[in-house]
């Protein structure tokens, strides 16, 4: 399972994440917040048109780093019988 969230958790989010994830019991969970570059480029306002090309590039520059982690528990095409 994974788990994506545009925004770091704070205490209350995390122990309803917590919560959830036990619900699922041996499941491997992934969770996916914005890094402190991405937080940065969004800026306070995270809608702003202004911070959106910036954003972009390092959500871009964090799915990038994310890919590894990712591949090891969503099973590829060519794993899954035909």
Known sequence: MTVLSPLPLN???QAKLDAEVKTLGPATVH???ADEESLAAIGPD???AEAAQA???AGMAQARREIAPLR????SRASQPR
Not at 72 to 75: G, S
């Open 72 to 75: 090891a528990i969503w099973p």
């Open 11 to 13: 205490d209350y989010l």
């Open 31 to 33: 969770v996916v917040t």
């Open 46 to 48: 995270a809608l702003s």
């Open 55 to 57: 954003a972009l590039g």
